[in-house]
């Protein structure tokens, strides 16, 4: 029976489903909405939600619901969870194409050129709207509360993000600071959510799963960041984005470290790979990414000590959910399938 998160270890009746490295997707094929959550009389907003939500991993309600069934939540709230964290993530996606004037979202028009600005921050605004509905329903206020500040969060990382466009001279710790506002902020909710569910938890239970949340966002960037050089690419996603766009993210910030002030002006101009090979060296930026990698395998070191202090907290029968965290940090930066 899953008490409440005090000093006890917690026995977990759950339903184990043998998720392994991708989680075993329960929500593969759940459509993350239904007609029920928005106004028949709004068509436009049903077309716009069609096309944001499908062809997304859903990375972040497979997580919700990897946790939620290891501590045996009921359906409903798992499913309510999930609807969370996708409404949310999605949300931000709608704000942040249009702030970065973004042209495709998943191989797809974004919704500010397909439906107008205008209904993409409506569209956006909503989505938070409905969170805050369907929650205030649920009744947990601390629930709401952690909600509340992961939106907090995200809105606070968008807006320090958008100072550092065209800022050269950024460091790995402004980013970092970046991506737990924005990318952290997420993992930590998934992680933290179903145990709040169940009732109160315990405090280093929360900073562990805090911990862990921070380093998984990122992870996740520093991951997502290397796809723009076309490391790792097996997404295919468009090679120097952020550079052409003004941005130097994680992976970008790192291989300029270095530079002499002429090179670094040459890199920064670089427009396909070719440019930045020849700017930096080949064997440079091998040199480099075999550093950030090893930086990073720290880092995925330091997440599982995080998590291998839950074990304490947990009886027999909660320890696959260990097990299977532990995998996590491996597909988020190393991009394995």
Not at 319 to 327: A, F, K, P, V, Y
């Amino acid at each position: 029976m899953v008490g409440r998160f005090t000093n006890k270890k917690v026995g977990f009746a759950g339903r184990q489903r043998g998720y392994g490295v991708d989680f075993g997707m329960r929500m593969k094929n759940i459509k993350i909405y239904s007609l029920g959550d928005f106004p028949a009389y709004l068509p436009k907003l049903n077309l716009l939600y069609d096309d944001l939500f499908s062809g997304g991993k859903g990375l972040r309600s497979r997580l919700v619901a990897l946790v939620g069934d290891a501590l045996d939540l009921k359906e409903s709230t798992v499913m309510l969870l999930c609807q969370t964290i996708e409404f949310i993530h999605n949300a931000s996606l709608l704000h942040d194409d249009l702030i970065d004037r973004s042209p495709l979202r998943r191989n797809r028009t974004t919704a500010w050129l397909k439906y107008t600005p205008e209904y993409a921050v409506l569209a956006g605004d909503y989505l938070l709207a409905r969170v805050m509905v369907n929650l205030a329903a649920f009744g947990n206020l601390e629930l709401i509360q952690l909600t509340s500040q992961m939106i907090s969060d995200l809105l606070e990382g968008e807006w320090i993000q958008d100072s550092l466009v065209r800022d050269w001279e950024i460091t790995l710790e402004d980013l970092d600071r970046v991506h737990n506002l924005k990318t952290g902020s997420l993992f930590k909710w998934c992680l933290l959510a179903p145990f709040v569910a169940v009732g109160s938890v315990d405090s280093e239970v929360k900073r562990s799963l805090e911990n862990a949340g921070t380093i998984l966002g990122q992870l996740f960037q520093r991951g997502d960041d290397l796809l723009d050089f076309d490391v790792r690419n097996s997404e295919k996603k468009m090679v120097l984005g952020d550079l052409k766009a003004g941005y130097l993210n994680s992976f970008g910030v790192f291989l300029s470290g270095r530079l002499s002030g002429v090179q670094k002006q040459e890199f920064l101009k670089s427009q396909s790979m070719s440019d930045v090979f020849s700017s930096l060296g080949e064997s440079y930026f091998q040199d480099r990414l075999c550093e950030f990698d090893r930086m990073n395998t720290r880092m995925i070191a330091l997440y599982g000590h995080h998590v291998m202090t839950l074990k304490g907290h947990l009886c027999e029968s909660g320890m696959s959910l260990i097990e299977n965290l532990l995998e996590l940090p491996q597909n988020l930066y190393w991009r394995k399938r």
